[in-house]
Each structure stands twice: as structure tokens, then as C-alpha cells.
């Protein structure tokens, strides 16, 4: 038997682990969900934006570009990206045009919202306007801010077939100067009348007439009540040309009184057709931009029924 004992040798086999994955997919991962997320907040926040505002913008980064190829707003309006070529034959969409015109157009808007809201405000608190309210209309229109003073069957604006104002008239008006005279923007008014004829038809005074001189009875008010006379752009008398309710030309509510506060480019619009002679400003067609019904809502009030029906 031998001494010698065996000598036992184990062997361990060692496994390879894999090499790690580099971290460039995870990075590449997460560039791709932040672009992802970024893209659908600007879709988001593109579909809050109204469709005016939503232009302007556009208008605005595209100038910067035709100014760098062409060197300023006189430039060629070809769509093509290669400067150079033949000239456009498309004139000029914006003659006139200058880099601030369209962000002091958009602070103009601003200005004219926030002047809604705190006349929307003064009525919900006046205890004048407070009573009136049903006899107000407020609206934004492409020409700036309307304000409507509509007549009722139980409490007419002025004494029947003429100019004079009434009391509660008065105190309207006058409670409303103020915060016109604050803005800077002038003002279009314009006398509205029913269908209804006088007995003598219109061969020596006429709604014409009428119209005419009950816009400048409000215009007259408003300036006793503190609006600077300089404040006042134009006064029209526009008969019954702009019914307030189509269908029921006599109703009472047709009668009325609008106040237009012209934003900037609606009187810019308006200066350049006067120094040309032109005639294409349509007072009717700003008047009537608002089509059906007419309800009026008051922040902080319940909202109102239609305004339209005439009231016994």
C-alpha cells in the first residue's frame, strides 16, 4: 500500500459575465420623450391661442427673415427660400408696414379687453349702471370695443321723436365718460333708429335727421361728463340702415346708441382712406357685426335673458 496519497486537483471554471450596455440608448431615450413633451405643450398652448393672435405671431418671425435677405419692408414677397430672381408680382400685403405696428396693434387689443372688463366691472357696482344693465351691450368687434345703449318700450333713451336726452340717458353716458376718457383710443358714435316713419314722411325731417342729432346729443353728454372732445373721431346718424333685430325692424330695442372704441388699426385704416378720398371704410358692416341673438352676461351676476324681446 503506498503512502503516496492522490492529490485531488478541482477546477473551478470561472464564467465570463457579459459586458454592460453603454447608457447612450437611455440618453438618446430621453432626448426623444423631451422632445415629445415639449411638442405637444406648444400644440397645446397653440390650440388656447386665438386665431388673430395666432397670424400676428406668424407675420412677426416672418419679417425678421425678409428683412436679413432683403433689407427691410420694401422686399420682394416671393415665397421662393432663394433670394434673388425675378421680382414678385404680388404686391405688398402690408403697405406701411413697421417692426412695432404689430405688437402695439396686439397691446392696443389688450388694452381694449381690459377696458370690457372693468366697464363690465363698473356696471356690476355702479348703482346707476347697475339699474341699466339689460340696456348695455358690450362687445369686441374687428374695429375695436362696442358699446350699445338700447332703447326700451318702458324707458326710452330719448323723448319720443326727438333729440332730447333723458335723465337715466344722462347718467349713463356721463358714468361712462370717465373711463373712456382714460384710454387713448377715440371714439365713433352713431345714432340707430326703428322703421317707423314720421307723418310726414321724409321730406323735412327724416330718422336720417333724427339719428344724426340724437348721436350728437350723446356726444354732448359724454363730453359734460368729462370725455375730451378730442377724444370723439366721428358722429353718424345711421337711421334704420342697421337694425339691431332683423325680422322686427319697429322694435324698440333698434333704437340706439353704439359708442365704437376704434382700436388702432381701424382708425389707421380710417385716416388713410380720408387722405385718398376713399370710401371703403363700412361704418354698417363694423355696426353689424354681431349676428343672432344678444344675451348679456355680467361677471359676477346671473346672466340675463336675451335683451332683444321688447319689453311691455
Known sequence: M??????V????????????HGGSWKIAYADFMTAMMAFFLVMWILSLVPKQDLKEIADYFRMPLMDAVSGGYQADYSRSVIPGGQPSLVPNP???????????DRLDVERLEDL?????ELIRIDPV?????????LDMTQDGLRIQIIDRQSRPMFSTG????????????????????????????????????YASGERLYSNWELSADRANAARQELVAGGLAEAKVKQVVGLADSVS???????????????LLVLNSRAER??????????QEFDLREAMQETEGPISIHIPGLPEMPSALPVVP
Open 94 to 104: 402690408h403697405p406701411g408696414a413697421n417692426p412695432g405696428q404689430a405688437a402695439d
Open 129 to 137: 349702471l347697475k339699474e341699466f344693465r339689460p340696456q348695455l351691450l
Open 162 to 197: 326727438s333729440a332730447h336726452v333723458q335723465i337715466y340717458m344722462r347718467a349713463i353716458l356721463r358714468s361712462l365718460s370717465s373711463s373712456l376718457n382714460e384710454m387713448p383710443n377715440r371714439i365713433l358714435i352713431s345714432g340707430h333708429t326703428d322703421s317707423l316713419q
Open 2 to 7: 503506498s503512502n503516496h496519497k492522490d492529490r
Open 9 to 20: 486537483i478541482i477546477r473551478r471554471k470561472k464564467m465570463a459575465h457579459a459586458e454592460h
Open 244 to 258: 339691431l333685430v332683423k325680422d322686427n325692424p319697429a322694435a324698440a330695442v333698434n333704437r340706439r346708441i353704439s
Open 116 to 120: 370690457k372688463s372693468a366697464l363690465e
Open 269 to 278: 385704416r380710417m385716416d388713410e382712406q380720408a387722405a385718398s378720398g376713399s
